[in-house]
Structure formats: C-alpha cells, structure tokens
C-alpha cells in the first residue's frame, strides 16, 4: 500500500513561516520517487500547481510564491518538503502532496491526504 504522509501544516500570522513535510512509503515494494510537488486548493478555487521537483533536484514554482517558497528533497528519505516564508493571508489553502513512483512495471501517481495551512492577516 502506497502513502504520502504529509506534516507541518498549521496556522500562522501575516510574514511568518511554515516547513512542510511528505513522506512517501510503499509497505516494503522497491519503487523510485521522480517528480515530486506541492499543490494547494482554496475554497473555491481549482487546485493548482506550487513547486515541482525532478529526482535531480531541478525546481518549478508559481510566480506568486517565487522567492518566498522553497522546494527540496531528501532521496534517500523518499521525502519533500516545502519552505514556506513571509507567508501571507492568500497562501491559505489545503496543500496537497504529489509524487509519481517509478515501481518495476509501471509509473503511477499518488497524492497525500492534504494538510491545511492557515495565514491571519
């Protein structure tokens, strides 16, 4: 069974900061992470793109969270993570992790359970 735990969401005021964590685990099958990304959905809204990573560590970013957020990953933890500073109140949403799994016969995609990030203003 294949996961992604995500951690760190929570609440925080206007300019501060917030380090989100997705590990993904698949209950013992060998598999290789590739793209892993950051999505976020507020209500209302479509989700949407955050950060992307490749397994080389190259990064894409939305321009709204470009030089606020970081994108980086652990391969040898299978784990992302997403630094998030001088947050404001339009970063609140449900982030979502996602991730293709490269397993011996198929590539596949998974999403986590969400966790929610809430910026006061």
């Known amino acids: 069974q294949v996961q992604l735990v995500e951690s760190g969401g929570g609440l925080v005021q206007t300019g501060g900061s917030l380090r989100l964590s997705c590990a993904a685990s698949?209950?013992?099958?060998?598999?290789?992470?590739?793209?892993m990304a950051w999505y976020r959905q507020a209500p209302g809204n479509q989700r949407e793109l955050v950060a992307r990573?490749?397994?080389?560590?190259?990064?894409t970013y939305a321009d709204s969270v470009k030089g606020r957020f970081t994108i980086s990953r652990d391969n040898a933890k299978n784990t992302v993570y997403l630094q998030m500073n001088s947050l404001k109140p339009e970063d609140t949403a449900v982030y979502y992790c996602?991730?293709?799994?490269?397993?011996?016969?198929?590539?596949?995609?998974?999403w986590g359970q969400g966790t929610q990030v809430t910026v006061s203003s």
């Open positions: 996602n991730a293709d799994l490269s397993f011996a016969l198929r590539l596949q995609n998974y």
């Open positions: 698949a209950s013992g099958t060998p598999y290789i992470a590739n793209n």
């Open positions: 990573i490749t397994r080389s560590r190259s990064t």
